[in-house]
Structure formats: structure tokens, C-alpha cells
């Protein structure tokens, strides 16, 4: 099998202490946000958690979080918390940074900034990714960043900045992402943005395992470990899925899956394919797998207890497909998860 093939998300479906997705490229990425006053606290940390969670799933560290603010004091959010800096705006060495961010809020002061737009006006030079949430499109803006592509921004700042930045295209969608460069209107989309950034940078399996652990409490069940936008799945899918979830020790066949909904092997590989994005032999393996991983970070069993308990023959067999799919062996995962304990 060529394990490059597929891709699906249930191999990173549970938070995991140690590492597991191996990165190409191997520089870890510093992100900057610079709070601005009455900033948008929600749209801020759920933004900040989609890059400390694709931390949680990566071989080592991919990305550093720093703050500042125009002062370098504490900047009130929009919910009253004062949260405390790194930095000052005019001391950032923007040679050092990957991500800059500038953070607005319902509330926030649209006004003049000339420490920012010179932060801004230096991180064009240096063609790093420059993104915005809520209303700090109004600083990007200014900028001329939007002359040409789209951005988006909160509804109550639109006006303002088609007046004073009569050029700026300012799309109906509730982010962008484009020429490295971002923007959001809101929590919700701050999230999702930052989760198309990840997988910019680092690919589509990071952005599922971070999806896989973030979006976990969305009202669906099995729909969760499926492709991003699936909504809905058929009822012999789900079935079969269930199969799976319940005979991961003594794994059943394709032949039995095929008695128990009357569909042809043919038929539940297509069902796989258009929902799952992936083989049902390879969704299974990765089910088992993944119980694998959990128990290795448990549980205190060898791995060939592990590699029994999760419907392997031989702990030869275990280890090479766990490495395949995880980029480690059962072996190395163990001891990472003990280093970063």
C-alpha cells in the first residue's frame, strides 16, 4: 500500500501529550499579535489555540507566541481583562518574526497608529504573513494591502474604512487568505483562518489533526472524524463505522461488512471515498492504530500486548504500520510521551 495515498483524519482524532505528525520544514514559525485596545479576547485565544494545538500534535514545537502592544503595557480586552505583553510595538525586531497579527475588537479605537503602520510597513518588506482580526483590517488597510485582493471585516467597521480607504476590496465572506496575507471578521472565523493558515505552512494533515482535536464538540458523532464540510452521512456508512469502532481486537473483513449491509465491496469503497477520503482498510487500520497510540500513552502494557489489543498479529507487523501512518515507532511515541510529561 502506498501510505501517501490517503489521508484521513482519524489518525490524529485524540489530544495526545506526545508528538506525531512529522513536519518538512523544520523551522519553528514565531507568530506576533499585537493587542490592540478593547481587542477581541475570543477572536485572541481561539486563534492563539489553533497554533499551541498544532504544537501538541508535531514532532517537536512549530510554532512560538509572542504579544505586544503599542506602549508595551497591559491592554484591556473587550471583556475588561487586562493581559500583559512581551513587547512594545516599536521595539519588535520584525526580521525574527513569520506571522504578524494585529488583534481588533468591536470596540476597538479605529484611528491613526503610526508605530503600527511603520510595523506593518516593515513586515510588507520582509514578505512575511500578515493577518488581522475583527476590525484590525482597518490597519492593514491603510497599508494598501487590499487594494488589489479581497479582505474581510467585521460589518460595523466596513464603512469607515470604504471611506477613508476607498480602494480597499472588501469581500462578503467571513475570512480571507491569500497571498500571505489574512484576515476575519469574527471568533469563529479567527479559527478557521488560522486553521487554512496551518495548512499553508505545514500541510493538510496538520490542519485535520488540529481540527480533530478542536472541533470536537460540534453536534455530530462519527461526522466529526470525516472530511471538513460533510454534514451528513449514509446510515450503511455509519453502520459499518460502528463495525469497526467495535471489532478493533479481532478485525472483521470487508466480506462481513458486506453480509451485514447488503452492499457490495465495491459500493462501501466508494462510500469511503466520497465521505471519508480514504479506503475502508485504511480508515480500519488507522481506528486501530489510533487505539494503539491511546494505550501506549496509558496504559503500561509491552507493546506486544498493545499490538494484540489492537488486532495485530505480530508486533512486527504493529510497529512498521504504526510507524507508516505516525512517523514514529511504538517505541520512540512511548518515550516522547514520557519526556513531556
Not at 503599542?70 to 516599536?90: F, T
Not at 500578515?130 to 488597510?141: D, K, M, P, R, V
Amino acid at each position: 500500500m502506498n501510505s501517501n495515498r490517503f489521508s484521513s483524519p482519524i489518525k490524529h482524532s485524540t489530544r495526545l501529550a506526545s508528538k506525531d505528525i512529522k513536519v518538512t520544514d523544520e523551522k519553528k514559525k514565531k507568530a506576533l499579535f499585537v493587542l490592540l485596545e478593547n481587542f477581541s479576547m475570543v477572536s485572541f485565544t481561539g486563534a492563539v489555540d489553533v497554533l499551541v494545538t498544532s504544537n501538541l500534535i508535531t514532532t517537536s514545537p512549530v510554532f512560538d507566541v509572542e504579544t505586544a502592544s503599542v506602549d508595551g503595557e497591559k491592554v484591556v480586552s473587550d471583556l475588561g481583562i487586562e493581559v500583559a505583553v512581551n513587547q512594545r510595538v516599536d521595539a519588535v525586531n520584525i526580521k525574527d518574526i513569520d506571522i504578524l497579527v494585529i488583534c481588533g475588537g468591536l470596540r476597538t479605537p479605529l484611528r491613526d497608529s503610526p508605530p503600527i503602520h511603520k510595523l506593518i510597513a516593515k513586515a510588507l518588506e520582509e514578505e512575511i504573513w500578515i493577518g488581522s482580526l475583527w476590525n484590525g483590517t482597518y490597519f492593514l488597510a491603510a497599508a494598501g494591502m487590499f487594494d488589489l485582493a479581497e479582505c474581510a471585516t467585521h460589518p460595523d467597521s466596513r464603512d469607515l474604512i470604504r471611506e477613508r480607504y476607498p480602494n480597499t476590496r472588501i469581500g462578503n465572506t467571513s475570512y480571507t487568505i491569500e497571498n500571505k496575507s489574512f484576515t476575519c471578521v469574527g471568533p469563529n472565523s479567527a479559527i478557521r483562518v488560522m486553521q487554512d493558515l496551518i495548512e499553508q505552512l505545514f500541510g493538510a494533515d496538520m490542519k485535520r489533526g488540529v481540527n480533530g482535536i478542536l472541533n470536537v464538540d460540534e453536534n455530530r458523532s462519527v461526522n466529526s472524524a470525516f472530511s471538513s464540510g460533510v454534514n451528513y452521512i449514509p446510515k450503511n456508512l455509519e453502520m459499518i463505522i460502528e463495525l469497526m469502532e467495535n471489532n478493533l481486537e479481532e478485525p472483521l473483513d470487508i466480506t462481513d461488512f458486506s453480509d451485514y449491509t447488503s452492499l457490495s465491496r465495491r459500493q462501501i469503497e466508494r462510500l469511503f471515498s466520497k465521505y471519508v477520503n480514504t479506503s475502508p482498510s485504511r480508515y480500519y487500520l488507522e481506528l486501530r492504530l489510533n487505539k494503539g497510540r491511546q494505550l501506549l500513552r496509558k496504559t503500561d502494557y509491552s507493546i506486544s500486548e498493545v499490538a494484540i489489543a489492537c488486532g495485530f498479529t505480530t508486533q512486527t507487523h504493529f510497529s512498521h504500520s504504526f510507524k507508516m501512518v505516525f512517523g514514529s515507532s511504538p517505541t520512540q511515541f512511548r518515550q516522547a510521551g514520557r519526556d513531556n510529561s
